[in-house]
């Protein structure tokens, strides 16, 4: 590999096609070798290590059920109509979409069509995601960096907790990742030679992330913007208008969406959810945009955080990722990453202008300051997974960084760099594991000790003979991934459902655990009734993690399983679908439990309605409706605060004949949420007063069809 020794600034290696191999050999074993100029081993290394992650993260993955019931509800509806497909509707019967847009939806919805309704169905995709990511990765730094930079970038990233849980859950979350890694790729790619393609298809890769989860995608795009502007190897005019073909197929790419749902006739598309005025480009602007940002986000439960430093959605400021509530998901190698970045800038300070190893730190260094300075920062709805998106850009500066510090390792401060980096990583390591004093005691101090002595090593490494150098690399790899690695493989055994999820083992306080609704470590960060799509409580009101089947009932949240779903009468409706009950906070944490006969009878002539059911809230509507299979409207949306249907609607609706049920609780639609409609709290209270009761089982129910005989 070329130096980065800042006197002789290196140049870009040359645009070798990935894959070329001797000529005239066979297709597997031009797979198994790889590129000509990389080692024999280089490319079996790869296969054995992207392997080796897919099989991890297919591990147990039938434990989470259905995981987040929302999202799995709207797939199941997709996989029935290729209009909910299109729309992201909660159901076949298209009365509400998902408050995000519905790209990440559609991998699952196929798979489901193709293999049919179960907890691998949905979520293996997110596995083949992870892996896809990884590769990305891979041959990102690879290109330039050499194959042991990959493959560490690699398995720092699979071993970071939050990736572990994210990419073996739905939430939309595991395709931004694996998108914006993409769009960094093809920007680096870019950088090369001035190659408008590949700076088009980088704009395409935001345009479909926008797709998944609207404007987070746009977080990396100034870093990157501004690196192409100044450092791309093409004249002045010719970069400013490849950024804007960018830009123009970036708006291409996920404006086609956008442009047709908002020019699509309200009155034949289902309602969007999220939004207070039927408007995609509302819910993008405002409840999933500036709300965000400011805290006002209109319809939300909790909203208003972080006012002063602090409120409904934790602690903001510069140490928010490394807190109590954050730090465990993502920051053990994030102090790591920054020390890394800054070494890697300095090696490359002197370089030409269009050095592409500098670009390659400026490129994953911006994206991850820029995205972790918005998540510190932002007063709205956050929740700890979102730092998912930070792995794909932390994972490659380790990569970049040690290996090009071990190359100058002769020069005493880069030696010192390696032993700091190290020696801190293995400290916040030891602190990071001391919240959890709990779980493996023996490793917090076994990681301290190992890294501190890694450190000493790595001082000395050049003087070292080859056998004790190798050792000290060994033991410093180990003492900085002990940590991640362990909350790891806690992340893997575990199930995880609900909105709100975290990796690693619990700490203990409010909240479920890692199966349920959040960690609670005293730190704040999860107000009532706020959730994964950034809409659900923080655990309260839940049973705690491992709870029995058949135990706290009328809390709604699964218990942690080591088993797959069960097969009711093929449908894979998990084990933890007990006998009844409105989800945690009124049915927003992961909605209500389906017994037999509640089943049984919401199945019985469903086909003659449009709806089986309806439900206030998504989660308990989702409930239902993957226990049936059948339609179940959700009435006010996420919690029960979009106005649809209206009650003069519903009134319709019944009258029509096209609603069977309606299933009394949960949502929080009484009190309208943050200047939420209160529509919900007016249906529920009509139907009650006119319509009668069935019992199920212990579950009740309103039969629409049947009058009160005074009403």
């Keep these: 590999m070329t130096t980065l020794d800042p006197a002789h600034a290196p140049a870009a290696l040359p645009d070798t096609p990935p894959g070329h191999a001797r000529a ?11 590129r000509a100029e990389d080692a024999p081993w280089v490319r079996p290394a790869f296969l054995v290590l992207l392997l080796a992650i897919t099989l991890a993260y297919l591990w147990n993955l ?6 987040n019931s929302f999202y799995s509800a709207a797939v199941q509806a997709g996989s029935r109509s290729w209009k909910a497909f299109f729309f992201g509707s909660l159901d076949a019967a298209n009365a509400i979409t998902v408050d995000k847009p519905p790209a990440t939806l559609w991998p699952m919805a196929l798979s489901v069509r193709v293999f049919g309704l179960s907890s691998w169905a949905i979520l293996a995709p997110q596995v083949v995601m992870a892996a896809a990511t990884a590769g990305v990765l891979y041959a990102a730094v690879h290109r330039r960096f050499g194959a042991p930079a990959g493959l560490i970038t690699m398995a720092v990233f699979a071993l970071t907790p939050v990736a572990a849980l994210m990419f073996r859950f739905n939430n939309p979350d595991a395709l931004l990742a694996l998108l914006m890694t993409v769009t960094v790729y093809c920007v680096l790619r870019a950088m090369e030679e001035g190659r408008t393609t590949w700076l088009v298809w980088a704009g395409v890769a935001v345009g479909i992330a926008f797709l998944s989860k609207t404007l987070q995608a746009f977080l990396i795009l100034p870093p990157l913007a501004v690196l192409y502007a100044v450092f791309a190897p093409v004249p002045v005019r010719k970069r400013f208008g490849q950024l804007g073909l960018s830009a123009l197929a970036m708006v291409v790419a996920g404006g086609w969406w956008v442009a047709v749902v908002e020019l699509w006739p309200a009155s034949s598309r289902p309602y969007i959810g999220g939004s207070q005025n039927n408007s995609f480009l509302e819910l993008t602007f405002g409840y999933n945009g500036l709300g965000r940002i400011n805290g006002e986000e209109t319809g939300s439960v909790g909203g208003g955080g972080g006012r002063g430093g602090g409120g ?12 109590s509530e954050v730090g465990a998901q993502i920051s053990w190698l994030l102090p790591a990453a920054l020390i890394l970045l800054v070494a890697g800038i300095w090696l490359t300070w002197r370089a030409k202008r269009t050095d592409t190893a500098r670009a390659a730190f400026l490129a994953w260094g911006g994206s991850l300051v820029t995205t972790a300075a918005v998540f510190s920062f932002m007063a709205g709805i956050f929740h700890q997974y979102y730092t998912v998106a930070l792995a794909p850009c932390l994972a490659p500066l ?6 090009v510090l071990w190359e100058e390792r002769a020069r005493w401060w880069a030696g010192a760099a390696l032993a700091g980096t190290v020696a801190v990583t293995a400290y916040w390591a030891y602190v990071l594991l001391g919240r959890t004093p709990d779980y493996q005691p023996w490793l917090r101090t076994a990681v301290l000790v190992t890294g501190l002595v890694a450190a000493v090593g790595l001082l000395l490494a050049a003087r070292l003979g080859r ?15 002990a940590g991640p690695a362990a909350y790891t493989v806690s992340t893997l055994n575990t199930g995880h459902q609900g909105s709100i999820v975290t990796a690693g083992p619990s700490s203990g306080g409010m909240g479920g655990g890692p199966g349920g609704g959040g960690r609670g470590r005293g730190g704040g960060g999860m107000p009532p009734g706020q959730g994964g799509t950034g809409r659900q409580g923080a655990g309260m009101g839940q049973p705690p993690t491992g709870t029995p089947p058949g135990q706290g009932r009328n809390q709604g949240q699964p218990p942690t399983q080591n088993g797959g779903p069960t097969q009711n009468g093929g449908r894979g409706t998990p084990p933890t679908m007990g006998e009844r009950g409105a989800g945690g906070m009124g049915g927003l944490l992961n909605g209500a439990s389906v017994g037999s006969e509640a089943e049984a009878l919401l199945e019985k002539n469903a086909g003659d309605y449009t709806w089986a059911a309806a439900a206030i809230g998504s989660q308990n509507a989702a409930s239902y409706q993957l226990a049936t299979e059948e339609p179940v409207m959700a009435i006010g949306g996420f919690n029960g605060s979009d106005p649809s249907p209206t009650l003069a609607q519903f009134e319709k609706y019944v009258e029509d004949g096209r609603v069977h049920y309606f299933v009394p609780g949960g949502g929080m639609g009484a009190g309208g949420g943050m200047g939420g409609s209160g529509t919900a709290a007016r249906i529920s209270s009509w139907v009650e007063e006119n319509f009668t009761e069935v019992t199920a089982g212990s579950a009740t129910f309103y039969d629409l069809t049947q009058p009160k005989a005074d009403g």
């Design 24 to 34: 005239g050999a066979s297709l597997p074993r031009r797979i198994w070798r790889g």
């Design 62 to 67: 039938s434990a989470s059920g259905y995981a």
């Design 312 to 323: 409904q959605w934790g602690e903001t400021g510069i140490g928010r990722m490394f807190n």
């Design 398 to 403: 380790i990569g970049m960084g040690v290996t």
């Design 467 to 481: 056998r004790l150098a190798l050792l000290t690399v060994v033991l410093g790899f180990a003492a900085s991934l």
